[in-house]
């Protein structure tokens, strides 16, 4: 069974801070690993995408890496800002399948 | 471009009744997917659907159902509620269907509340 294991559970960081958001997952063979972003009462938008050949993606002051070979992933988030607040979740994806897994989310609270 | 849409955004009902979820999505996608989100489960896989077909189903029982329109619009029925349907419900839309690298656009959910 696919499973998809993020930590921290929960992160609290002051604004202006770095934090970097980790996934673990088992699914194979793997095709791609979105990151997505979830405001509360709001639904997911993707944040990055990477596929098992990329091992970075950038997307303003969200940046991804990937390990394909170790199948971790991790967000960076620089220079929090509060609206950076909101749970972020990992999805990957197995090639030649349409399922798509996903990891229960990192709370992240950022306070000023 | 308008955003994907559903209706109603909250809904009460009680066990044993059942409910119709409806979502628009974005104007000319035609891939049409169903999760549920729970705080204790995360996001999971109803269905998806794609030209007027379900192509690809979840772990759910089959009191969960759906249909989707010519026109793409989708719907989704829980039938004989439970405590445990309790939960949001988001509708994604994407251009094509089954396509890795394609972005699902999420909706912004109808939270259902079962009594």
């Known amino acids: 069974k696919n499973q998809v294991e993020q930590s921290p559970q929960s992160l609290i960081i002051l604004e202006g801070k770095n934090c970097t958001l980790q996934c673990n997952y088992t699914v194979s063979p793997f095709s791609n690993l979105r990151w997505y972003k979830q405001d509360t009462g709001r639904g997911p938008v993707s944040l990055t995408i990477?596929?098992?050949?990329?091992n970075t993606k950038s997307n303003g002051r969200y940046t991804a890496t990937l390990d394909a070979d170790t199948k971790q992933s991790s967000l960076h988030i620089t220079a929090s800002q509060l609206s950076d607040s909101a749970s972020y979740i990992c999805v990957p994806r197995g090639a030649g399948s349409y399922q798509l897994t996903f990891g229960k989310g990192t709370k992240l609270s950022v306070i000023p | 471009k308008a955003g994907v849409t559903q209706t109603p955004r909250y809904l009460i009902k009680t066990r044993g009744q059942q409910v119709t979820l409806s979502c628009s999505p974005i104007?000319?996608?035609?891939?049409v997917s169903w999760y549920q989100q729970t705080p204790g489960q995360g996001l999971q896989f109803l269905f998806e659907y794609f030209s007027e077909t379900q192509r690809n189903k979840g772990n759910f029982p089959g009191r969960f159902s759906g249909r989707q329109f010519s026109n793409s619009r989708s719907e989704m029925n829980v039938s004989t509620l439970e405590l445990g349907d309790s939960a949001l419900y988001l509708c994604?839309?994407?251009?094509?269907?089954?396509?890795?690298?394609?972005?699902?656009?999420f909706g912004p959910g109808t939270r259902l509340t079962v009594l």
């Open positions: 104007s000319g996608h035609r891939s």
């Open positions: 994604a839309s994407s251009l094509r269907q089954d396509r890795a690298a394609d972005t699902q656009y």
């Open positions: 990477m596929t098992f050949s990329e």
